[in-house]
């Protein structure tokens, strides 16, 4: 069963950075693609940056570019997301996923996520 636990959110002010870390069980890192998605209250969940197997481009929603960086560490299991100037709308939920080929939906069961809240 894959698990994914999310963590590094919290309370920032909007042009701060954050770091966020998805602690991923079995080798799911290695395996495939990794993603970030978010959800903001009342919206749907969509995905913000995610990590290509193998070639390691990345690509990000037109609402995160030039200010998310998505990463991994595969001996330590782990996908992150770099966060810098951080705006009131990137306040969400955040949650991390394994991408299996040719999709863009989470694959694995959803962690609880990390809140994330950006104030002015």
């Known amino acids: 069963q894959v698990q994914l636990v999310e963590s590094g959110g919290g309370l920032v002010q909007a042009g701060e950075s954050l770091r966020l870390s998805c602690a991923a069980s079995?080798?799911?890192?290695?395996?495939?693609?990794m993603a970030w998605f978010r959800q903001a209250p009342g919206k749907e969940r969509e995905l913000v940056a995610r990590?290509?197997?193998?070639?390691?481009?990345?690509s990000n929603a037109d609402s995160v570019k030039g200010r998310f960086i998505i990463s991994r560490d595969i001996a330590k299991n782990t996908v992150y997301l770099q966060m810098n100037s951080l705006k009131l709308e990137d306040t969400a939920v955040y949650y991390c996923n394994y991408l299996r080929l040719g999709s863009l939906q989470g694959s694995g069961p959803w962690g609880q996520g990390t809140q994330v809240t950006v104030s002015s």
């Open positions: 079995g080798r799911i890192v290695s395996r495939y693609d």
């Open positions: 990590i290509t197997l193998g070639s390691e481009g990345t």
